[in-house]
């Protein structure tokens, strides 16, 4: 059997949003006891989904799926504003776990919104990141999905004041395409001090270039809703390299290894490094590996504080500890 070389990109995997989430579901569950619902996958990927289920949380897609009163999960993606009025009226216990950088860009619509201004927000469409976005200011924004839909959008006259957001999972490639062809065809745009596109998928997305460029095909572990993994796959392939997302190593075809000498791995996001493991593990029980690598080109160093709920229930707990002490 031919060696090969497996190479692992650096920075791959969970991101500061989804750890936070994730860690805020297990928080409520040791707190609250069994059951906790979760409003929506807390992230994209569905081990860490079923993971949480067998510890006791439930999925919902409504908050009127939950029983009232009850302690509900709002996840990494964001919520529109009329999801927190559903869940007041229902008295439920919310624990919001959408993540800061999302929240950015909620906070910055409603500011754009409160000024009078249009918004042209780049994502994709049906994607909870851009629902719960659009629904800070529905009546002021309209997505583009595309550059080609630059040209289909209305004829805003210059009188109107537009600004750009974007969601947090993009191709940064492709959205800079976007962004120019916004800007050329309403020159007085307002753009964001920073783009909106997140830390762990620039960096994710910047890791998989130098990936395609050192190896022949590229794995992106991942589930198909989860919209960064999917941008690593058409970023892995645009910089040459064959590559395919899957959700673990039951889904890898032995025919897209052959002849390969090469391969790179890695994870979106929302996948747990325990996923990336068990792809080296496969290779291991199947190939001959002669060297596992890892190639960084970033050192990610982000983490994010617990939801204020989980911080103050944790703090009551410390301080009953330490009484209890003295
Ligand atoms: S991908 Fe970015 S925006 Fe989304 S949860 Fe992770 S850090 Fe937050």
Known sequence: MAELELILAAPRGYCAGVDRAVETVERALELEGKPVYVRKQIVHNI?????????GAIFVDDVVEVPAGATVVFSAHGVAPTVHEDA?????NVIDATC?????????AKRYDTRGYHML???????????GTMGEAP????????ESDVANLPDFPESQPLAFLTQTTLSVDETRGIIAALKVRYPWIHSPVKEDIC?????????V???AAETELVLVIGSANSSNSCRLVEVAREYGADSHLIEDETEIDPAWIVGRTRVGLTSGASAPERLVRGVIGWFEANHTVSAVTELETVHEDVSFNLPRPIRRALAVIDASGT???E
């Open 88 to 92: 007041a009226a229902r008295h439920l």
């Open 100 to 108: 800061p950088l999302v929240t950015k860009v909620h906070s910055e």
């Open 139 to 146: 009546q002021a924004m309209t997505l583009v999905e595309t």
């Open 121 to 131: 927000l780049i994502g994709h469409e049906g994607h909870e990141e851009v629902v």
């Open 323 to 325: 009484a209890a002490k």
């Open 199 to 207: 830390y762990a998928t620039s960096n994710r997305q910047a890791a």
């Open 209 to 211: 270039k130098a990936l």
């Open 47 to 55: 081990h860490v989904v079923r993971d949480l289920e067998t510890r």
